[in-house]
């Protein structure tokens, strides 16, 4: 078995990343694709690597040669064949100049773009099977030829962009590009079939076109190979080279490169996101449905101005519309606002750091919290107030991330106290339609707003309602000049038309938003009472769709949490670096409960195993 790179093209798509070098010099996370091949290949036993170069070949070569010698190569010999009009022609040219070395011995075929888990290839030569595409079920980010694929693994269809159907992906499967060809395939179809092609078509095209044809000629010429999506990457532009470092990162680096992506995981449909709180059981697939069938006209379609994305608000909540604004999920919301905040601002800390981070223009002042339980009352709040000649105060309901509640007539006690020290109160109920159904309560609120001026009241509807995608908050008070204030700190088309509709039709959805909460609510309580049944385990009370959690046992949280990513593909948050709480706790979102119980197996196998 042999090993064949075809490594001759130009990168352009990469920029200043091969301005200096091929492609496959490219560097993920510090050793460049051609590397992390070639020790893939000696690890998997290949004693001949022939690499087809063009675009600034003498560059690779010397590389090549300053990173490898006989003893790290372990007796694999690497060859080179050039291919001088690289400029002017596609791989498929670039394979057919490498036609001898594909008649001398089965070989494994791969392009210099990729990066891989070298049991890829391990797999791949211990399989019995002569002739394999290594294939992927296809997702939402991959682009290039897809295949069909029978019962039996045979590839009975490939598919290029123009017979793309995204109606039918769940069929899909995308060509990884890495391919083994036994020696008689190559030399009684694919080298006839790769001449043939050329001279009816010319040199600038694809490799893989050939292939198709064959397949379509005899559908048991080529069987597919199928791999997990998190196995590989393939790297066109820089956007690609960001995604791959994530994706093969060492374990430690991998969770600080998730947490700093702030969301974006559908990006790695493997990983189980628990870190990002969303609602599970909304919005339903009726309401998504309407959504969908509005999908063209939205898209092509401006959003309307402020007025009109406040009445729509305003009718969801019973708000008059210039007393709420509409914001670009809560966090422009935040900013827009945070800047109007003077004096000092009491908080309880941890908290939702976006708060103190956006208040520039105010002194930020603790609240005395309760350092085992993390709970504080009202008179604390009052106390820290008093003390410090506070101005405002923020308070998130159910707590970030402690998930510490207030009741309603702790609430309004703290509002009249405030009141006639007036002072203002900030807060964010982003949670608190999760509450237990009994407890559960609002202040948005039109007589609410109107009895305690001093009140803003801040809510994430990404979070609540489970459209994180959408980006839509809404900020309430009755100062219409504070309103307004808002209103002009924001961009005049802050909410695209997707999140202007969900607004437009929620109404008729109420009811089964109601029912959602309270399943969540009740699935808090089956979930926390798992995770407290694992030993070293301290869970938090919690009205919110969190969990926060204390681990006393040997690991270290940090451990368990990249422990959690790398081998279960869980990903949850790691609260050691958050002010406030220290090096034991964690907070875990809760989403439906076969995810929840996936995250409860693989805590145990973290912590008991």
Sequence with gaps: MQALMLAAGMGKRLGRYTQNGTKCMVQVNGKALIEYAIEALVNAGIKKFTLVTGYRSDILKSFLSSKFNDKNLNGMKIEYIENPVYDKTNNIYSLWLAKDVLSSDDTILLESDLIFDSKVLNDL?????????????????????????DKEKNIVGMLDKAHFNWNDISDYYKTVNIYKLSKAFSEKYYIPF?????????????????????????????????????????????????????????????????????GGYWRFPQIKDFCYLVNPFFPPTKLVDELKSSFQTLLTAYPSGARQQNLLAGKIFNILPEHIVVGNGAAELIKSFGGMVTGKTAIPFPTFNEYPARFCNSETVEISVNKESFEYSVNDILNTVDENKASNVLLINPDNPTGHFLKKEDLFHLLDELKSRNVQLIFDESFIDFAEKEIRYTLIDEEIIEKYPNLVVIKSISKSYGVPGLRLGVLVSS?????????????????????????????????????????????????????????????????????M?????????????????????????????????????????VLAPEDNDLLVEGLKAEIEG
């Design 125 to 149: 030569i211990s399989n019995p099977e002569k002739n394999l595409a290594v294939v992927s079920h296809f997702e939402p980010w991959m682009d290039g030829t897809c295949t069909l694929l």
């Design 479 to 547: 100062k219409t000049e504070l309103i307004q204030e808002v209103q002009k700190n924001n961009s005049i088309w802050n909410i695209n038309s997707f999140a202007e509709y969900f607004l437009q039709i929620y109404d008729k959805y109420k009811s089964t938003y109601k029912d959602a909460c309270d399943k969540l609510a009740a699935e808090r309580i089956r979930f926390a009472n798992k995770i407290a049944e694992i030993k070293g385990i301290q869970v938090f009370p919690s009205q919110a769709n969190y969990i």
């Design 549 to 589: 959690c204390k681990y006393t046992g040997k690991k270290s949280v940090t451990e368990i949490t990249e422990n959690l990513l790398q081998e279960h593909n869980l990903l949850v948050k790691n609260l050691t670096q958050k002010y406030g709480c220290g090096e034991q706790y964690m907070r875990l979102a």
């Design 194 to 262: 790769l001449e043939a092609y050329q001279k009816s078509f010319g040199k600038n095209e694809y490799y893989e076109t050939v292939l198709k044809v064959l397949t379509l000629l005899d559908t048991k010429t080529l069987k597919g190979f199928t791999v997990r999506g998190d196995q590989w990457y393939e790297i066109d532009d820089p956007a690609d080279l960001a995604i791959a470092e994530t994706r093969f990162a060492p374990v430690q680096e991998k969770l600080r490169l998730m947490e700093n992506n702030y």
